[in-house]
């Protein structure tokens, strides 16, 4: 056989191959991103299976089998409260980097800076048609805050941190403001109220309908609409669901609030948990369960899922006062500790052979945090990351799909200083991890504290006293980024003009 002949019988083996990769390459996936709210670690099936938590009885056979089906993230972190995490999470920049440590007030023009690109804008860019539906809770002051104008087509949800699950009010929250939902202006000094459901910049009104089958079911709108008018246009979906965060607190005028809401015949499924705030909670978190099921099956029935990346992922621990069990870990949501910033999440593909992956069905243990999500979806999605401020997300693609190394191995949880201002302490406040060894820095009464997550997960054992070369190691994170933060972006006074009654009764912007 002469080398030309080879040369042509190679060739002729090796372009379908080539053309079957350059054609795999290039398919960009949809993106399904499924954002639980106040959703405990220890509040899902299979950690509580994992962790011999055997006294929970939650039940989530759909997440547990989308979970089961991709890749488990067991070393994955977000922020230790909402906003924080969405911002995080949609500019793929830490906490003192956009400058919002805590949740946003309803009534405060406060915001997500309007020079943050987000991940959305990225993904227009890239060719996508982009959808958010449900919380959005990174501010509202004016059109340019809202998700139509931050890189999503379509929206339609709820613009502040809760809402009744099913009359859709906002119960205005003040945060650590005085009359900051004008209580001194009510005939009873509660806080006021207003409907808070919208569809792109328009509300709607008198819808009763559960917020986790309504969310759901507009997303099983778009999915639909999106197969049938855009077939070949690769969607990003995002879902920052309502649940399982509480519904509106109690007040004499409306004693329909509950803490926690959900259909009757969820809590009928748990009516041997004697706690009702519990039993109630559990309920809520089946639901939501069954939403991740109805959302997938509606991708298969629509012929998009073997085309789906579908991410799930909590955005902050649970709230233990409201019964959310984080076990086996320690802390609650707002804290620091393991229990309000290391997180449930997986990532499910629908046909992982399509996009390279060969490690469904797998734990992974690498270092991940909120802000990876960003570069790591745009670098299968063909995203550029140009004309981003400095991103403080790394790509964890090849972790995630290959089992390679992590490029991760420092999470900045948070750094807020006196001078940032807003809620940040006057003695500081701060928390770094690098590979297994955690240090916390005035959470609550904690003075300066260190942990081998290695060993003590729970952070039971400060080694601060034994280790004073790692505090230090450490601590020079701290200031180093304390040197790049920004100010607080997230206590700036309620304003008037923001009041619903001045707007037909609907939370909406007033500048």
Avoid at 110 to 129: I, R
Wanted: proline share 6%; charged share 20%.
């Amino acid at each position: 056989i002469t080398s030309t002949t080879r040369l042509i019988k190679m060739w002729s083996f090796l372009l379908p191959l080539m053309t079957l990769t350059t054609a795999v390459s290039a398919k960009q996936p949809h993106v399904v991103f499924f954002l639980a709210d106040d959703y405990g670690f220890g509040d899902i099936g299979y950690h509580a299976e994992m962790y011999g938590h055997h006294l929970n009885p939650v039940m989530t056979p759909n997440l547990d089998r989308l979970a089961a089906e991709g890749v488990k993230l067991e070393n994955y972190y977000i922020a230790p409260v909402c906003s924080p995490t969405r911002a995080s999470l949609l500019t793929g920049r830490y906490l003192m980097h956009h400058g919002i440590h805590v949740p946003l007030v309803d009534s405060s023009p406060s915001g997500l800076p309007l020079d943050e690109v987000t991940w959305a804008t990225k993904m227009q860019e890239a060719g996508y048609a982009t959808a958010a539906i449900g919380k959005w809770h990174l501010g509202f002051k004016s059109w340019a805050h809202t998700p139509t104008e931050r890189g999503f087509d379509y929206y339609m949800g709820y613009y502040a941190g809760s809402t009744d699950y099913w009359n859709h009010e906002s119960l205005c929250w003040p945060g650590s403001f005085k009359n900051g939902c004008f209580e001194n202006t009510t005939s009873d000094g509660e806080a006021v109220t207003g409907v808070d459901l919208h569809r792109n910049r328009e509300p709607i009104f008198n819808n009763t309908e559960y917020s986790t089958k309504l969310f759901t079911d507009e997303a099983i709108e778009v999915i639909n609409n999106h197969s049938q008018t855009q077939p070949d246009k690769p969607l990003f979906l995002y879902l920052p669901y309502q649940a399982v965060h509480v519904g509106n607190i109690p007040e004499p005028d409306h004693p329909s609030y509950a803490l926690d809401q959900a259909p009757q015949e969820y809590i009928d499924m748990y009516l041997d948990v004697k706690d009702v705030q519990r039993r109630n909670l559990s309920a809520m978190i089946t639901v939501m369960d069954t939403a991740a099921k109805n959302v997938t099956e509606a991708l298969k029935a629509a012929g998009m899922w073997e085309d789906t990346i579908f991410i799930f992922s909590t955005d902050n621990g649970g709230p233990t006062n409201d019964k959310a069990s984080n076990y086996p870990l320690k802390g609650s949501k707002g804290q620091l500790w393991e229990g309000g910033v290391r997180g449930t999440g997986f990532v499910t593909f629908g046909a992982p052979d399509r996009y390279g992956v060969t490690t469904n069905g797998t734990i992974n243990h690498d270092l991940m945090h909120i802000t990876d999500w960003f570069p790591t979806i745009c670098e299968i999605a063909g995203c550029g990351l140009n004309g981003t401020k400095p991103l403080d997300g790394v790509s964890a693609w090849k972790s995630i799909t290959s089992n390679t190394s992590s490029l991760r191995d420092t999470i900045v949880h948070d750094v807020c200083f006196a001078w940032m201002k807003g809620d940040c302490p006057k003695n500081n406040k701060a928390a770094v991890q690098k590979g297994t060894f955690k240090l916390v820095m005035n959470q609550g009464s904690s003075g300066t504290v260190l942990y081998d997550l290695s060993v003590d997960p729970g952070e039971s054992t400060d080694i601060s006293k034994d280790n004073p070369d790692k505090v230090a190691e450490l601590m020079a994170i701290v200031y180093k980024y304390n040197s790049t933060a920004i100010p607080s972006q997230d206590r700036s006074p309620p304003v008037a003009g923001a009041d619903p009654r001045l707007h037909g009764g609907v939370w909406m912007p007033w500048e």
